[in-house]
């Protein structure tokens, strides 16, 4: 459920376009284009004009430079990455298909590349029995919550000047902007 609240309140005040720009992630059916970027402090994600995809200061490439023009990177409904050239080959992709839904390709503050997206199965290490699958983690990136991940109160997700604030009080509120929300769940 929380999984894409950010991203789709976002969506309603900050509309995204097909073409991931400048951000951290890209979404299932989005696309890197040729020159694009994904970027977290220091680590920075290339759709290189070489058709390479590189991962600055993080130390990994497809190893794909030359092998087509006008190349870009998409974000399958199947959790998988492809670099396609413009011609429509395919040139490169990560082989890790899963089930369809919805998934996000994040460069993590640490600078890995990761994709999330519908949990299958999860342990929690130190917890037993049943109760190991329902405890939430907190959120492992400051502007996105993830499918196993819980807003506990207090906590926030930030993108560009918008917060969305999980009150003390239960509150769920989104601050910034041009336009404010709120869930009126406190009490």
Not at 53 to 62: D, H, K, T
Not at 146 to 156: H, I, M, N, Q
Not at 158 to 176: H, K
């Amino acid at each position: 459920f929380f999984f894409f609240l950010l991203p789709a309140i976002l969506g309603l005040v900050v509309p995204r376009p097909v073409a991931a720009v400048g951000t951290n992630y890209l979404l299932s059916g989005e696309t890197l284009n040729n020159e694009g970027h994904l970027k977290n402090g220091d680590f920075d994600l290339i759709m290189q004009g070489d058709c390479n995809l590189v991962l600055y200061n993080g130390g990994w490439q497809s190893n794909t430079a030359n092998r087509g023009r006008d190349c870009k990177l998409t974000l399958t409904d199947r959790g998988e990455l492809i670099i396609k050239a413009g011609d429509g080959s395919n040139v490169w992709s990560s082989g890790s298909q899963s089930v369809t839904g919805n998934y996000t390709a994040v460069v993590h503050p640490d600078g890995k590349l990761v994709v999330h997206g519908p949990s299958v199965f999860k342990i929690n290490p130190g917890v037993s029995g049943l109760n190991s699958l329902r405890l939430g983690n907190n959120p492992s990136t400051s502007n996105m919550l993830f499918s196993d991940e819980v807003l506990y109160a207090d906590g926030k997700l930030t993108a560009r000047n918008l917060v969305l604030v999980m009150q003390g009080d239960c509150n769920l509120v989104l601050y910034g902007g041009k336009y404010g929300w709120q869930s009126d769940t406190h009490g």
